[in-house]
């Protein structure tokens, strides 16, 4: 089946090591997004991806940053994590202005 | 600027009656309109969306919804509550003041009491 792949589901990183996330696509759909959610709130948008046009969030913070070497595939980089990077980093897919397909999520924890 | 408001952050019902979520959106154009539900940790799933088709959209497990241009809203119902219902529900703009611009509402936390 045509889906989002997220891995890893779980990662555990320490304070300040830089850890990547990463999420691949079999539904050939030219935009790919990264969201930060966090218990009981809607996801954030990070940034996202129009084919290979990066559009960064105004405040999505310098610590972050993604990659798209391919259509199939994306990466979310974050360089230092701190506490408050804890979350459920969710990918999802598109064409676009129409639905989104989102993968499983990774969950982060920071030490 | 684009924006999504969900008036309710929480909405409580009796299983067996009507649910409604509002939401309301600012957009300089026509915009892509979605709902999606999100249960306990699990991830986000598409109800319904709007495209500039038909008004009035149904989608899964009986969750409809209709599109009013002059009112800028796009709000859910379902005319019978169930208790798998209750979940995390969001709005969701796409397209409206960028073409690749997407808008997440803060979300509605429907409760369904037995």
């Known amino acids: 089946d045509a889906m989002v792949i997220q891995n890893p589901r779980y990662q555990v990183t320490q304070f300040g090591k830089p850890v990547t996330l990463s999420c691949s696509q079999t539904?050939?759909?030219?935009?790919m997004y990264w969201y930060q959610q966090k218990s009981s709130q809607a996801p954030k948008l990070l940034f996202h991806?129009?084919?290979?046009?990066?559009?960064n969030e105004a405040d999505t913070p310098d610590n972050f940053q993604s990659r798209r070497p391919n259509t199939s595939f994306c990466f979310l980089d974050i360089r230092s994590p701190g506490l408050g990077d804890a979350a459920m980093y969710l990918c999802a897919t598109s064409h676009l202005r129409d639905e989104q397909f989102f993968g499983p999520g990774t969950r982060l924890t920071v030490l | 600027a684009q924006s999504v408001t969900q008036l309710d952050s929480h909405v409580s019902v009796s299983e067996g009656t009507p649910v409604l979520l509002r939401c309301n959106y600012s957009?300089?154009?026509?915009?892509?309109l979605f709902w999606y539900v999100q249960h306990p940790n699990k991830g986000l799933q598409l109800l319904l969306k709007?495209?500039?088709?038909?008004?009035l959209v149904k989608g899964i497990n009986g969750f409809e919804a209709e599109f009013k241009k002059s009112e800028t809203s796009f709000h859910l119902t379902k005319p019978s509550a169930h208790m798998s219902d209750a979940a995390e529900y969001f709005c969701v703009v796409s397209g409206g003041t960028s073409y690749d611009k997407v808008i997440f509402g803060p979300g509605t936390s429907l409760s369904v009491i037995p």
């Open positions: 539904l050939n759909h030219n935009v």
């Open positions: 991806y129009y084919d290979k046009d990066f559009n």
């Open positions: 709007y495209t500039s088709a038909a008004t």
């Open positions: 957009s300089s154009y026509s915009p892509s």
